[in-house]
């Protein structure tokens, strides 16, 4: 649904259809090799196997070519705003939130986060700071070239009015973003003013403010797909519009109240294509207003809390970065890196957070200076990939939009959108529980050598559906009977067979148990009727067979034999149940990882 400024497009080449085809015999004889067939016996069309579907339905080619070439979109700055809306930009503000207990040592935080990087300051006055601290946060700042955003909850009329003391003491037009946010607040649980001390604060709001933000990340954080996400915050957005004009406000005024807040997770390609369709579907709804040119509403991205995890949570600085990056990609007009730690309550033990912010810092600049991104408009644009999926994804987050349109609006929509959330949470989570979804430190490469979190700090952040929330669980639980009994819960494995054809199979069972905390004991390979193997089974009151098929066809049931005679509780078979009969559970790819282990955990007295 792009807008576009030209309908000619270069013809393909007329060598095109036969390079194509040579690309399907590729991956054909590809298939073939891993399959051990004749590649005549594949089909040129098994390519289609690689294409991937994602949790909107957006089916991903392996492949893009000239034939997907999209007609060429509107230069960035102009209507509707899909590569961007400033046609001169220079990269993105770089975000970071301060807030504390001491308004002095947070102006000192300030002050040096400006000094080093830092172009947007977030307020936090939920805490022990207030409106009365205000002016001392921002001691020295200058208020004309540093964006101000306030998260002040149901103190925000105060904070407001502080602040708007402080700006005509200083004669300036600043940028501030006040960030009532009622109508999202309902979804995670937030605290907000009422909507219609929204509407009175943007009613009264001076030059330079933007009184009310349509947070989305509230939608992401109850497990929101990207359609969705992009769609609930059109719906709540067309809300306060229709509040605010019916408050007497003018369209383009009322669009000038409205900033946006979106999520940004590590799913590169998809979070570049979100924030341009995002842009272009409000300057749709600008347009029906009869002011397109309004409908340049700022965009502001926060690396998504849902992707953070407590555990290994250096992986973290991975994840944001390609976070980040595609934000900024995608024509954000700032982007807030988390610190690596922050689903840690107070952040990592023995961390300084000044470090922790400092690296959070860094990212953002490391991207828009070392990397260059910042002095190019668009870096996405003309990608045959970003821009076939931006279309497809505005396609399926207006699809959401109307249908929350359809019942009324976002308020009296309010269980389509719970239910909406609740059923695109459980999808991720079955698929987080089935390993289908990887999460590198956690569902994959679990590191049981880390320093366990201390118990006060093994809780959950309020409002977040943690991707890594349900194995992180199983890892406390392992963490609390370690400090019982000075050693992890553990299962022993049982190699059949040498090393060369034993190691896929315990090397699997050894990470899927370390998942869920628990330890697995290697004795190497062991023969049934030995006293080695007597032994094996006698460490652990779980035993897992791990070896291979044929393997499993000569010792197998004679293993299975031997662990029942020696007293095992817990017979387990990494493979699957056509491999041998008898095991009382068996572990491959297709478990659902998550309950598996909490029974075993069980078994196990943790």
């Not at 095109?16 to 054909?28: F, H, I, L």
């Not at 909507?195 to 349509?214: D, H, K, N, W, Y």
Request: net charge negative.
């Amino acid at each position: 649904m792009t807008l576009t400024q030209s309908s000619a497009r270069i013809p393909l080449p007329e060598d095109y259809e036969a390079k194509q085809n040579a690309w399907y015999k590729s991956v054909a004889g590809v298939f073939a090799r891993t399959q051990k067939k004749d590649v005549a016996d594949i089909p040129l069309d098994v390519w289609k196997k690689l294409i991937r579907t994602n949790y909107d339905g957006i089916d991903v080619n392996p492949l893009y070519t000239r034939a997907d070439e999209a007609e060429e979109s509107v230069v960035p700055g102009a209507f509707p705003f899909v590569r961007g809306t400033n046609a001169e930009r220079y990269g993105w503000g770089v975000t970071e939130t301060f807030g504390g207990v001491s308004a002095e040592q947070v102006n000192k935080a300030i002050l040096h986060a400006l000094y080093n990087g830092t172009t947007d300051v977030v307020l936090d006055l939920t805490g022990e700071l207030g409106a009365a601290d205000i002016a001392a946060l921002l001691k020295d700042v200058l208020l004309d070239l540093a964006p101000v955003h306030l998260r002040a909850g149901a103190g925000l009329p105060e904070a407001a009015a502080a602040l708007y003391e402080l700006i005509d003491a200083a004669g300036v037009q600043p940028t501030v973003t006040l960030g009532a946010a009622p109508l999202t607040a309902t979804v995670d649980g937030s605290e907000s003013v009422s909507l219609g001390q929204a509407i009175e604060l943007a009613s009264a709001a001076p030059a330079g403010v933007r009184a009310i933000t349509v947070d989305a990340v509230s939608f992401s954080n109850q497990g929101a797909t990207d359609a969705q996400e992009i769609g609930f915050a059109l719906a709540a957005g067309v809300e306060y519009l229709r509040a605010l004009t019916g408050a007497g406000m003018s369209p383009e005024a009322a669009l000038g109240q409205l900033v946006f807040r979106f999520a940004t997770t590590d799913d590169q390609f998809s979070q570049i294509a979100k924030f341009r369709a995002a842009r272009e579907l409000w300057a749709r709804v600008a347009e029906v207003l009869g002011a397109p040119e309004a409908g340049a509403a700022p965009q502001y991205a926060v690396t998504a809390p849902v992707m953070f995890s407590q555990r290994d949570p250096w992986v973290n600085m991975l994840r944001v970065t390609v976070a980040a990056f595609a934000a900024g990609v995608g024509g954000a007009t700032a982007v807030e890196v988390l610190p690596f730690d922050y689903a840690v309550p107070g952040g990592l033990p023995n961390t300084s957070r000044t470090f922790a912010h400092r690296i959070a810092r860094n990212t953002n600049l490391l991207l828009l200076e070392e990397s260059h991104l910042g002095h190019v408009i668009d870096p996405a644009g003309g990608s045959f990939f970003v821009e076939d999926f931006t279309d497809d994804l505005a396609d399926k987050a207006w699809a959401v939009f109307t249908q929350v349109e359809a019942l009324g609006g976002f308020s009296a929509a309010a269980d389509f959108i719970r239910e909406t959330l609740d059923g695109a949470y459980e999808v991720t989570r079955d698929d987080i529980a089935h390993r289908r979804k990887q999460l590198t430190g956690i569902n994959e490469f679990p590191n049981l050598l880390e320093r366990p979190l201390p118990p006060e700090l093994r809780v959950e952040p309020a409002g977040v559906r943690r991707w890594a929330a349900e194995f992180e669980a199983l890892r406390n639980r392992s963490d609390a009977y370690l400090e019982a009994h000075e050693k992890r819960p553990q299962a022993v494995l049982i190699p059949l067979g040498p090393l060369a054809k034993h190691n896929i199979r315990t090397g699997f069972a050894t990470n899927l148990l370390a998942s869920g905390g628990i330890e697995a004991l290697n004795p190497g390979q062991v023969v049934p009727g030995t006293e080695e193997f007597t032994a094996a089974a006698k460490s652990a009151s779980i035993a897992v067979i791990c070896g291979t098929d044929p393997e499993y066809g000569e010792s197998g049931a004679a293993a299975l034999e031997a662990l029942r005679a020696a007293g095992v509780e817990t017979v387990l078979l990494a493979g699957a149940p056509s491999a041998l009969d008898g095991a009382d559970a068996y572990l491959n790819m297709k478990i659902d990882a998550a309950k598996t282990l909490s029974e075993l955990l069980s078994k196990l007295g943790a």
